[in-house]
Structures are given as C-alpha cells and as structure tokens.
T-cell receptor, first 114, second 112 residues
Framework: DTAVSQTPKYLVTQMGNDKSIKCEQNLGHDTMYWYKQDSKKFLKIMFSYNNKELIINETVPNRFSPKSPDKAHLNLHINSLELGDSAVYFC?????????????FGPGTRLTVT | GNSVTQMEGPVTLSEEAFLTINCTYTATGYPSLFWYVQYPGEGLQLLLKATKADDKGSNKGFEATYRKETTSFHLEKGSVQVSDSAVYFCALYSGGYQKVTFGIGTKLQVIP
C-alpha cells in the first residue's frame, strides 16, 4: 500500500503553460505539505494544510496555488511556468498534534520546464 | 527562528568505514530531532528520531544522540555499506503547527 502518492512522476512542459500535480495520502494524517527540492538537493517548504486549512505559506510566487479538497488530498497548480520552476516537488503528510509529527514523503514529481 | 546546520558533502567513504555526519541546531524550547534519508530517485524517509535531551535514536545500524548542551544531533554508523549511499537530512520540529526545519542535506557515497 502506498502511503503518500503523487501524480505524475515526471512532467515535462514548456514555459508559459499551466500544470497540476496531485497528492493523496491514506495514512489518516491531518496535515499535508508541499516541498520543492532543487538540483543541489536543498529542500524548501512551500505550503502546509491542516484539515483543509492553509497554515503555512512560505514566500512562494502567486503562480503557485495549492488546493485541498479534503484532508487526504493536496494538489498543486502552477500557472505560467518558468524555467526556474524546474525541480522535484515532494508532497508529505504528518499527524501534527502527535508527539513526534514525523513526516511521510511521496516519491516526488520531477518537473522540467523547457 | 529555528535553524539546522549540517556538514556539506559529498562524503566519500570506503565500505566498512566509520561514518559521522555532523548536525547542530538552533531552536527555542525543546524541539524533536530527526534524521531523514533520501535514496536516489526516491522521497525522504525517516531514519531515526529523538524527542528529548540524551535520547538516542537508532535504526539500521545508525545512531544519533540528542545533546542539548552542545545543541547537536550527529549521525553515526560503525560500518557503512554501499547500500547506505544516499542523501541524509537532519531536521527539527518545535511542535504544533510549526514547520519542520531541514538541513541542507549531506550526500554520502560509499565505494566498495
């Protein structure tokens, strides 16, 4: 059973296009996240949702818009894609109000903008 | 704010060598500390964790001790294997709705 799944795994697109990445978790967690990992493996948090409510919104361009239809899903929509958006995007989930709140990561979506 | 400082890699070791990856942190209160591992082409997965001072987390032969006096959580393994080649992230969590703060990641390459 896949705990945190993302689709697609690879996404190649041209500058200016709009694309979406989907994420689902079957762990019953109350919090989900989007991270961006650059080519040097640096991991940067973008957004976090708790029970469908936005709780963390780091300095991210307005072209990125997360959407959480329910607490098991967190999707990421990106408008007007730019070359600098090329990266691996990871979805993660955790149970925030537990003592440990360890995070479970999806396999990643490698986005390439040409 | 919270921060995690990790040694920059890459670290290259021969099989069966001793591994240490340093991690120090700055945080208010009493954070939980983690090491995550990322194998090539995969997402991060939790390797070990510790929630309070002097706790030792351990898993798959890796160990790290939560040292509050030196604000450190160094990762160690006595004898590395080729299969340990991966990127290792130190992280801390202060609780509630705070974000998890990750270090920059240290790439480990183990050669036969």
């Amino acid at each position: 059973d896949t705990a945190v799944s993302q689709t697609p795994k690879y996404l190649v697109t041209q500058m200016g296009n709009d694309k979406s990445i989907k994420c689902e978790q079957n762990l019953g967690h109350d919090t989900m996240y989007w991270y961006k990992q650059d080519s040097k493996k640096f991991l940067k948090i973008m957004f976090s949702y708790n029970n469908k409510e936005l709780i963390i919104n780091e300095t991210v361009p307005n072209r990125f818009s997360p959407k959480s239809p329910d607490k098991a899903h967190l999707n990421l929509h990106i408008n007007s894609l730019e070359l600098g958006d090329s990266a691996v995007y990871f979805c993660a989930s955790s149970q925030v109000l537990s003592s440990m709140a360890e995070q479970y990561f999806g396999p990643g979506t490698r986005l390439t903008v040409t | 704010g919270n921060s995690v400082t990790q040694m920059e890699g890459p670290v290259t070791l021969s099989e069966e060598a001793f591994l240490t990856i340093n991690c120090t942190y700055t945080a208010t209160g009493y954070p939980s500390l983690f090491w995550y591992v990322q194998y090539p082409g995969e997402g991060l997965q939790l390797l070990l964790k510790a929630t309070k001072a002097d706790d030792k987390g351990s898993n798959k032969g890796f160990e790290a001790t939560y040292r509050k006096e030196t604000t450190s959580f160094h990762l160690e393994k006595g004898s590395v294997q080729v299969s340990d080649s991966a990127v290792y992230f130190c992280a801390l969590y202060s609780g509630g709705y705070q974000k998890v703060t990750f270090g920059i990641g240290t790439k480990l390459q183990v050669i036969p």
